[in-house]
């Protein structure tokens, strides 16, 4: 699976931005997958997944009511809806393929099998 994100940009606190993730390969359509960030510094962390069918989703307490994670299959494509944006979302953000999980739940970056190759988001106050 080759994954490619897109769509990050610099944005003003309490901006939307929704970023997209082009896969390429059979298997993505069956595989869970996510959405990582890491932010200057810090650790990469999770930030949402969804199921191979988009019917279950799951989100880091943060961004709980404010992002959405959404996928479309016959495109081979996972978006990330990001609204009211604060200066603390500022990271790349990287979408992934987990090793072996079709569902949707919090995983670590060490259970994450593919990569995309990261989009930066960047929120000014």
């Known amino acids: 699976v080759q994954l490619q994100a897109f769509g990050g940009g610099l944005v003003q606190a309490g901006d939307s931005l929704r970023l997209s993730c082009a896969a390429s390969?059979?298997?993505?359509?069956?595989?869970?997958v996510g959405w990582f960030r890491q932010a200057p510094g810090k650790d990469r962390e999770f930030v949402a997944g969804?199921?191979?069918?988009?019917?279950?989703?799951a989100y880091a307490d943060s961004m709980k009511g404010r992002f959405a994670i959404s996928r479309d299959n016959a495109k081979n494509t996972v978006y990330l809806q990001m609204n009211n944006l604060e200066t603390e979302d500022t990271a790349v953000y990287y979408c992934?393929?987990?090793?072996?999980?079709?569902?949707?739940?919090?995983?670590?970056?060490?259970?994450?099998?593919?990569w995309g190759q990261g989009t930066l988001v960047t929120v000014s106050s």
């Open positions: 992934a393929v987990p090793r072996g999980l079709t569902s949707a739940q919090y995983y670590t970056s060490s259970e994450v099998h593919y």
């Open positions: 390969g059979r298997t993505f359509s069956s595989s869970g």
């Open positions: 969804i199921s191979w069918n988009g019917g279950s989703t």
